[in-house]
């Protein structure tokens, strides 16, 4: 009941009752499986990541003795993924096994992770009060915090975090309705107005790539100016009611998620949502995620990681002089 109760506040501003309504089309855009090659997890009851290949399930991760939800995962160049799962966070190899874990303290979560170099991991932890920390994972010592600002309450505060190719970090403020810039110290360097923020990238132009829980997607300056944008409810014959990450593709389209919240809503096996979209500049669907049965039941999803999509920002990131 306890994880039911908090994860209602992640769709508190989308919710959906049960329709005969199809929430897509029959036959969907582009090439299913076989679309993309990619990598994939997502906020749902079991803590499990999949690579796809060719249409098919590659490599695996299903951890059955853990607890709490996957809200963010990056897989880097050499196999290993870094995720964060709300009570902790673990570095693990393509061997699945664990290179480094976080246990966040009692009363406090951990949504959100990026690794800096081989030797770093920063992470925002939800809580009171909430924090920035980066530590030293060969020596598990902490080199560097600051705290946030914060609503009350803890699950809600914050669920993604992107370092920019600044060195600076991008925080999407979920409780507070803000996207914040800090330095390394800790100094807001940017704020803008993102009502239901879920989540924040940085993009090569300089801009800022948001999704909202307030079902929309915007390209947005650092002057707030928004340059792009979509509303997902207006989308013609799909459904899509809780975007949670949303990534520029090097072809310039735009892949966003759309999550299932398996909380509060029972799965139609007759008539399931699709996991993700693609989507064109002038917002045409090219493709469109739908795999809930086996052999490839994915589940719900929070991040889709292009696998030839090689330069992420992930890899080269830094914090101040943390390299």
Excluded at 140 to 160: C, M
Aim: proline share 5%.
């Amino acid at each position: 009941m306890f994880a039911m109760l908090l994860c209602a506040f992640c769709s508190a501003q989308i919710t959906f009752a049960q329709t005969n309504e199809p929430f897509a089309p029959a036959v969907l855009p582009g090439n299913g499986l076989k679309h993309f090659d990619f990598f994939y997890a997502g906020e749902a009851q079991a803590r499990n990541m999949y690579i796809v290949r060719d249409g098919k399930i590659a490599w695996e991760y299903i951890d059955t003795t853990g607890r709490g939800e996957i809200s963010d995962a990056i897989l880097m160049a050499n196999g290993n993924v870094l995720f964060a799962h709300q009570y902790g966070i673990t570095l693990i190899n393509k061997a699945k096994k664990v290179l480094w874990h976080y246990d966040a303290p009692n009363g406090f979560e951990t949504h959100t992770a990026q690794l800096i170099g081989a030797e770093h991991v920063i992470f925002v932890q939800n809580g009171n009060p909430a924090k920035v920390i980066v530590i030293n994972i060969k020596t598990d010592k902490v080199v560097k915090e600051f705290a946030l600002p914060f609503k009350s309450g803890t699950h809600g505060q914050i669920r993604h975090a992107r370092l920019t190719p600044a060195g600076t970090l991008l925080v999407a403020h979920m409780d507070l309705g803000k996207v914040n810039e800090y330095d390394s110290n800790g100094k807001i360097l940017l704020s803008i107005d993102v009502p239901s923020v879920w989540s924040a990238a940085p993009l090569k132009n300089g801009n800022i790539l948001v999704a909202s829980n307030q079902n929309f997607v915007k390209e947005i300056t650092r002057k707030d100016e928004v340059v792009w944008d979509i509303q997902l409810k207006e989308i013609p014959g799909y459904k899509i009611t809780d975007p949670q990450l949303a990534v520029r593709l090097p072809n310039g389209n735009t892949l966003i998620n759309n999550w299932f919240n398996q909380w509060d809503k029972k799965l139609d096996v007759n008539n399931v949502p699709v996991q993700a979209i693609e989507v064109t500049p002038d917002k045409k669907i090219v493709w469109a995620l739908r795999s809930w049965a086996a052999p490839v039941n994915l589940g719900p999803a929070t991040t889709i990681q292009i696998l030839n999509n090689t330069d992420n920002g992930t890899e080269k990131a830094y914090f101040g002089d943390i390299r």
